[in-house]
């Protein structure tokens, strides 16, 4: 079965950058709209970003101008560069097919802390 592997968390300082990396074993990557999503202990999955079949991009009002999404087409590879950390943003993130939803990944530990 096809397989979201998320990877690139780690701790970091708040003003810091990360860049996560979202891999997917399937054939239909290119086929369908990509979104990083993330999740705090006790909340729900929240969406942070997407990016379309054709490359469009959409952001979450509070990580817009800190985070930005990207894939690449080629490698079957999704990415979120995240720059400015804030101790907020802590949470584990995942990434998946908002329009077609996938088995969830194991996620990728964020942790923004002095």
């Known amino acids: 079965q096809a397989q979201l592997v998320e990877s690139g968390g780690g701790l970091v300082q708040p003003g810091g950058s990360l860049e996560l990396s979202c891999a997917y074993s399937g054939s239909s990557f290119n086929m369908f709209t990509m979104a990083w999503y993330r999740q705090t202990p006790g909340n729900q999955r929240e969406w942070v970003a997407s990016?379309?079949?054709?490359?469009?991009?959409n952001h979450k009002d509070v990580v817009r101008g800190r985070f930005t999404i990207s894939k690449d087409k080629a490698k079957k590879m999704g990415y979120l560069q995240m720059n400015s950390l804030k101790a907020e943003d802590t949470a584990v993130y995942y990434c998946?097919?908002?329009?077609?939803?996938?088995?969830w990944g194991q996620g990728t530990q964020v942790t923004v802390s002095s």
């Open positions: 998946n097919f908002p329009d077609t939803l996938r088995p």
């Open positions: 990016i379309s079949r054709g490359g469009s991009t």
